[in-house]
């Protein structure tokens, strides 16, 4: 799978992963204070955020396995930072890029327009939500209660990381700097070199 | 002794912890995860040399969740049985949610304190170099993340320098907290942008020197797994083993 990957498109996701490992670690910390007031619900406004270099970076880079690359790579970085959360990020980086991945596969990886990016949000969403049942034990809660945290979390997959991966590398590709990536080849509907 | 767990094999401290995780998910007693916290915080006094105070402070907020975890589940459990110990105004706390409550707060400081125990004994490039050579990581995305960590200051300086220059430009910060997330968008893309340019340069002069991202034979820095982990990993499973069945020799 790596062998038609090039060397500079890693490169990116790992530099993406960065810049996003950098607000991810900020949106963790304002999570675990709100959760504390209003309990694991917290986290499921704001946790399209953490899907978005996996949905970003396929719909730039457009190989298989970007996404789940990318968002694994992301959490990697993550743990490198030195935050608490520590090495199980690993893990739910790479189950929530599975999610994203799952979606664009299941194109064939041949279309890249909202709808499916805003699916493969709610792709990792679903994912993530199977892991955090099973880990965080959500099973001791009333299945009310659980419906509604994994209907936020579906909205907000779609909302924040589907509609605002898309806005971002969309203003991205107006800045010019994608050139030589298979977002701008396709825009101009060249044959894929 | 002390420093055991700094020495220890990043790979398989990962993996340790992993299992770990995994089989704590199956417990909803609040015995077991307190004791398996208790354990890992004497192996973290036994076998590290670690900063408490920095400990505590990364700590504290993990605290602040347990919390939050502990009343959402009083509120909204779904197993109600039990006798009832406890009622507030209209809300009455039966014995099996208090002690599904206690489990998922200590699980949740449980599984803080093992992550801490990684980060902070861990060093991040020893922990790359040791997913290649013992996972067998491709060495193209192992260099990738060294690439974007070594990145990490560079990346840091110019989220200030778009700042500043934005502000000379007189853009100013709104006060409206959704607006200001909405503009992160002005921040986020020039950084972006900028990123997409270091990586091509970085990836164009790593090839420039003769990097192809095919397997090596030998290492510049070796990493080995040795007697250390072997031993901590017994360690590490016993205390597993008797948080699991606490049962059987703790009695109350």
Known sequence: MLNSWKLKEIVLMSLFAVVFGIVYLLFVHVGNIWA????????EWIFGIW????????????????????????AAIEVLLGNAVGPRLILSGLIQGLGAEAVFAATRYKRFDLWVLMLAG??????????????????????????????IRILSGAMIAGLGGKALSDGLLATGSLRGYAISRSKKGEVRA | MKHALHKMNPSVKFLLITICMFTMAFFFDPWTPFVFWIGILVLQL????????????????????????????????????????????NVHVTETQLNHALSLSFRVLAFSSLSL????????????????????????????????????????????????????RGITQEKNAFQRLLGTRRVLIPMLAGAVRKAERAAFSMEARGFTGERRSSYFQVIKVGKIDTALAVVFLLVLVLSCTNRLWLDF
């Open chain 1, 122 to 151: 709610v792709g990792s969403s679903v994912f993530s939500f199977v892991y955090g049942y099973f880990l965080g034990g959500f099973a001791v809660y009333s299945p009310g209660y659980v419906a509604l945290m994994l209907g």
């Open chain 1, 51 to 74: 899907f978005i270099v996996s949905i970003i970076c396929m719909y730039i880079i457009r190989k298989p396995g970007a996404a789940v690359v990318s968002e694994t790579i992301a």
């Open chain 1, 36 to 43: 504390g007031f209003i309990g694991p619900i917290a986290y």
């Open chain 2, 46 to 89: 036994l076998f590290s040399r670690i900063d408490w105070k920095k400990w505590l402070l990364f700590m504290l907020p993990f605290f602040v969740t347990a919390f939050g975890y502990f009343w959402t589940t009083l509120v909204f459990a779904e197993d109600q049985s039990g006798p009832v110990i406890w009622s507030i105004w």
């Open chain 2, 117 to 168: 125990l990684f980060a902070l004994t861990t060093n991040p490039t020893t922990f790359i170099m040791s997913l290649m050579q013992q996972l067998k990581l491709s060495p193209k995305i192992a260099y990738g993340v060294m690439v974007g960590y070594q990145f990490l200051p560079v990346l840091k300086d110019e989220f200030m320098h778009i700042g500043q220059a934005q502000r000379l």
